[in-house]
């Protein structure tokens, strides 16, 4: 066969445009749709009036008085609506309610969807997968205004109760100023509440991780009524620890082991790391403040037979530091020594924020960083009891010895 013979063949076989058969598909869905809920708004308005729109009868209530155009956004797309009007009375149709109900349930899931990670791309893809109308990039920034809003609310929202123990960190974003990117800080916390709840305390923008930085946090938590703190543990932060002396000086102040070993590892061979980390944990490991003392002691000479001078002086001067948490249940130690329940919020932010890069300021910073802690409060993270508290009721801290 030649190579007209094929073109001619060729030319016979029916092209199929998929794009133009589901756009037809659409408007022909989108037009019965519409005739439907026209129909029913007529037989709505004949049913006030008493009779039919040209019918003559004795029953009759009421006169029509033309119609009134109204946008209703279906699965199908969006419809006009011909809504009735009617010569003496207002006209009430239950379409238009369910239609109330309905973009006041989108509005909701827009913000379900922003606050739980999903970028503002994915959400129009998502309104137009479900709803069959894309929403605008537009809509979704005024709705985040609106969520803004209520942040900010939840932000300075007092404090209820009492919370004996108090996680602190801080997070270093980036953002762009004058061409250039900067560092910003945000200081977060969450504490464990007489019951044994976790709640997110706080959350600030603090410029830099300094004293005045935490002494500001700390009194915008006072302020707020955060009370009752007995334990709060955070990495030992410039101007963090004399923060916390400043405004709850009868709390302990626990350093988290974890940051502390990093620490003691930054003056070790990357060869002899694994071995003094079986040494600290082993101090960790103690069955009491006594014998982690000793254990210390111990550590402390074996880490100068390895001419590990700067270790072994880190370890005996601030070892103390990381031994608050002896001064409670021991079904607490585990999750009192460290901060990681907070980095694991930390990484939260981080996995959100990454997509965004640079923010354009601080305040952007913060309200994103703040409404994915606000979503994450609203999950079992809050709703889970995360410590018998009735265990610290039993223990008389005061009797046991503090740190040094």
Known sequence: MDDDSKTTNLSNVIQIDDDRIQDHLGRV?????????????????????????????????DYRAGHRERKLHTKAGEV?????KLRKQAFETAII???????ASVEEAL???????????????ITEALWGTRVSAGTISNLNKKIYAKIDIWRNQPIEGEHPYVYL???????????????????????????????????????????????????????????????????????????????YPDARWQ?????????????????????????????HASEDRAAADAKAGEVIAKLKGLRLGR?????????????????????????????NPLERLMREIRRR?????????????????????????????????????????QVDTEARPATA
């Not at 006009?80 to 009735?84: A, E, G």
């Not at 309610?97 to 973009?103: G, K, P, S, V």
């Not at 370890?315 to 130690?333: G, K, L, M, N």
């Not at 923010?359 to 809050?382: E, M, Y």
Request: net charge positive.
């Open 169 to 247: 960190d801080g997070i270093v974003m980036k953002r762009s100023w004058a061409g250039e990117v900067r560092n910003v800080s945000l200081l977060v916390a969450f504490g464990v509440n007489g019951d044994g709840f976790r709640e997110i305390l706080g959350i600030v923008e603090g410029a830099k991780e300094d004293k005045a930085g935490w002494s500001s946090f700390l009194k915008h938590l006072k302020q707020r009524g955060l009370k009752g703190v007995q334990l709060i543990i955070s990495d030992a932060c410039l101007g963090l620890v004399e923060s916390v002396g400043d405004f």
């Open 255 to 283: 350093r988290c082991t974890v940051h502390f070993y990093r620490n003691v590892f930054s003056h070790v061979p990357s060869t002899k790391v694994r071995d003094v980390a079986h040494m600290l944990k082993a101090i």
């Open 80 to 84: 006009t609506l011909k809504v009735p």
């Open 29 to 61: 869905v989108r037009s019965t749709v519409e005739e439907t809920l026209n129909a029913l708004l007529d037989a709505e308005a004949d049913a006030l009036a008493g009779a039919g729109r040209y019918e003559r009868s004795e029953g009759r209530r």
């Open 111 to 125: 913000m379900e969807m922003y606050l739980a990670g999903v970028s503002v791309r994915r959400v129009e893809d």
């Open 97 to 103: 309610e369910r239609y109330r109900r309905r973009e």
């Open 311 to 339: 270790a072994a002086d880190l370890v005996a001067d601030s070892i103390a530091e990381t031994f608050a948490y002896y001064a409670f249940p021991d079904q607490h130690w585990i999750k009192l020594r460290t901060n």
């Open 353 to 393: 924020t990454r997509v965004v890069g640079a923010f354009p300021d601080a305040q952007s910073c913060l309200n994103l960083a703040a409404a994915r802690l606000r979503h994450i409060a609203g999950t079992k993270w809050s709703t889970r009891r995360y410590m018998n508290m009735d265990l610290l009721k």
